[in-house]
């Protein structure tokens, strides 16, 4: 009986995640070891061009700078979100859920929307081009818009709720009488910040800061409607593939590269973080 | 609270952050203008221009089936998959876990080109139904943890307590857990919803030519010559956006 419930429970999403999921997935393998016909499809039998295309091709560029992109605005966005989940945490209750809702609402807008007023705030015509110009920073001339300035400005906007709410979970759950302990014991407020509060919601920040990174590692639409050749991502070259050259095995190849660049990295700091972690605690359990 | 402190003046700076390009959009939705930067005067032409416009009604008509259908089936397929995660750790549910928790952290663009891939390979036609497929797809993860962190506060003994009293599956179903999980299921169908309409990635993969939707639309608009049309349409979205959020808002009240 329990035996059956189970598998009455499990297998609607388990067939549709495996149908449409799993096998999709699969997919992108099959057709990067596939080569590209006339008409947009891909021929038969297997051919390793794709792949070898991407060696040949110089995608180093892109590579540094996709994840150039991603570090610089998975910082920023940490570093506005720790004082912002701060704050939320040690404000009053009534406070706090303004705080909340005022913070949700630009997240719950649409994404495209958002973007496109950037794109009117940052136009030749627009808010900031003027009032730089009329501040004498920048000439009258000079466009904001199309560079990797306004890909890094409106990621970092993007993403940013992501960093605030993991990081504001974490702090809500964090005991705020270890930080008065710590400033009994002579700890200044900053040190206190530092060293007692960091620590205690540092899954919130890693949560934070991995939602911003793969997010902003695979971004496409951002650097495609505000950003120019300067900062060109491997998303971008994606869609470039799909939809301009119609080469759907090179697309593939792409996609696999962008899933290690997205993977990898988050990989190798699980690992590295894990491990001196265990190692300082047992050396503090001999001390 | 301290207002002098850093933490103070950052998140004041970071709301202005936030709030600056949505509040100059709505100016500029009532400005005669066709440039955001000078103000002329006062208008609605450009909401009557919207109001004229054929192809949006479309586009949010289809946004709308799609939303509709793939909050009903990803709330269904979403509740069923967190009822099994939660109540069985076998090792299949370690897998089923994971093939919900992997499409909910892998960037949009890879699951758009693999759904386009998939439905090319299967010779399916491009349109409406192969959008449905997809957005239900990566709503039914969303659903599936929003309900399981509902499930984890469940009191599982109402259930036990029921059916001592001598209810069957079918009355335990129909008036424990479906009234008491009322109010997160709510809270995981209006996510779906709001996911599915606001969906632009993969949507523009697996749409194919001539189907357009809300986000697509809006897309097109922003990328080959906007008109101040744009800027109306915007300030629609986003009333309805606000009033949606205070209704999740109050739900979410409801359910502490």
């Not at chain 1, 001339?141 to 199309?146: D, E, F, H, I, K």
């Not at chain 2, 960037?107 to 997809?134: E, K, Q, V």
């Not at chain 2, 010559?225 to 209704?247: K, Q, W």
Request: proline fraction near 4%.
């Amino acid at each position: 009986m329990e035996k059956k419930h189970e598998w009455f429970v499990t297998l609607p999403s388990f067939v549709w995640l495996l149908l449409f999921f799993l096998i999709p997935t699969c997919i992108i393998f099959i057709y990067a070891l596939k080569s590209q016909d006339i008409y947009g499809g891909i021929e038969p039998g297997w051919s390793l061009e794709a792949i070898s295309n991407l060696f040949d091709k110089d995608y180093t560029l892109l590579i540094f700078r996709t994840l150039m992109i991603s570090a610089i605005t998975t910082a920023v966005c940490i570093l506005l979100a720790l004082p912002v989940g701060y704050q939320m945490a040690i404000a009053p209750k009534r406070f706090r859920k303004l705080l909340i809702l005022m913070l949700m609402l630009p997240f719950w807008t649409s994404f495209l929307i958002r973007i496109f007023a950037w794109k009117a705030l940052l136009h030749p015509e627009g808010f900031f081009n003027n009032l730089l110009a009329f501040l004498h920073i920048i000439s009258p001339n000079t466009t904001l818009l199309y560079h990797l300035g306004a890909v890094l400005l409106v990621t970092i906007y993007t993403y940013l709720p992501f960093a605030i709410f993991p990081i504001y979970a974490a702090a809500s759950k964090f005991n705020f009488q270890l930080f008065e302990a710590a400033m009994d014991l002579g700890a200044s407020r900053s040190q206190a910040f530092l060293k007692v509060f960091l620590p205690g919601i540092s899954k919130g920040i890693s949560t934070g800061a991995m939602m911003v990174f793969i997010s902003t590692t695979g971004a496409y639409i951002i650097p495609d409607l505000v950003g120019g050749f300067d900062s060109e991502m491997i998303g971008t070259r994606i869609a470039q593939k799909v939809f301009v050259e119609r080469n759907l095995p090179e697309a593939s190849a792409l996609s696999i590269l962008l899933a290690l660049v997205v993977f990898l990295p988050l990989l190798a700091i699980t690992m590295f973080s894990s491990r001196p972690k265990k190692l300082e605690l047992e050396l503090r359990n001999k001390e | 609270m301290k207002r002098n402190s850093i933490s103070f003046w950052v998140t004041l700076l970071v709301l202005i952050f936030l709030y600056l390009p949505i509040i100059v959009l709505v100016i500029n939705s009532f400005n005669d203008s066709r440039f955001s930067s000078q103000w002329t005067e006062f208008t609605f032409k450009w909401y009557d221009k919207l109001w004229d416009e054929y192809t949006v009604w479309q586009a949010f008509g289809n946004s709308l089936i799609i939303a509709i259908s793939a909050t009903v089936a990803s709330t269904i397929l979403g509740t069923c998959a967190a009822f099994a995660l939660h109540c069985y750790k076998t090792p299949l549910q370690k897998i089923h876990y994971g093939l919900v928790y992997v499409p909910l952290i892998i960037p949009d663009i890879l699951m758009g080109i693999s759904f386009l891939l998939f439905f090319i390979a299967i010779n399916i036609h491009l349109g409406l139904f192969t959008i449905f497929i997809a957005h239900t797809t990566f709503c039914m993860t969303y659903v599936t943890m929003v309900m399981m962190s509902k499930l984890q506060n469940f009191d599982f003994t109402l259930v036990e307590a029921a059916q001592d009293l001598g209810a069957n599956r079918w009355a335990v179903g129909r008036r424990i857990l479906l009234p008491l999980l009322m109010p997160g299921l709510a809270s995981g169908a209006l996510l779906a919803f709001m996911l599915s309409i606001d969906e632009f990635v993969i949507t523009f993969f697996v749409a194919g030519q001539g189907v357009s939707t809300l986000p697509i639309y809006v897309y097109t608009m922003i990328k080959f010559g906007s008109t101040p049309i744009i800027n109306a349409l915007s300030v629609i979205i986003l009333a309805l956006t606000v009033i949606v959020v205070c209704i999740a808002q109050s739900l979410s009240k409801e359910d502490q």
